[in-house]
């Protein structure tokens, strides 16, 4: 099993959630075949992944929304505000209730202003705050 899961992911998933709906029918199956510390994983991946993918988008909108504040006359700053709109549409989509007390706001923003250039066409940017100025809810607000 180990060198399915190993080589051949897609294989090894597809072998595994047949063997796991036989399982669930109450058809015999082999039960030593079940990968059960792998389905385990794997099972934890998902949630991992959809909680970066979240955290991802949700700092990915706070960068363009800083990048329209602190270049308000360049002429990407539309683009910028409309981008991270709808980004914050893809976070909200993606959202789950559970995700909230793993989403450290706070950090993400500092994420977003550290990938802040220090330039733009040669101009510094007008000041941004140095802490989160939105919430959590306001983000995932329809705009």
């Not at 994983?41 to 979240?54: C, D, F, P, T």
């Amino acid at each position: 099993m180990d060198s399915l899961y190993e080589s051949d992911i897609l294989a090894w998933s597809e072998q595994q959630a047949w063997l796991l709906r036989d399982h669930a029918a109450g058809r015999e199956t082999n039960d030593a075949e079940i990968d059960w510390p792998n389905i385990v994983e794997e099972i934890e991946s998902v949630g991992r992944e959809q909680l970066h993918a979240v955290e991802s988008l949700l700092t990915q909108a706070m960068l363009h929304l800083l990048k329209a504040e602190a270049w308000p006359l360049v002429r990407d700053a539309p683009s910028w505000r409309a981008e991270a709109i709808r980004v914050r549409a893809d976070a909200r989509r993606r959202f789950a209730p559970s995700m909230r007390q793993k989403i450290d706001l706070a950090g993400l923003y500092a994420d977003a202003l550290h990938a802040l250039p220090e330039k733009l066409d040669d101009q510094a940017p007008l000041p941004v705050p140095e802490v989160c100025p939105v919430t959590l809810d306001e983000l995932l607000a329809v705009p």
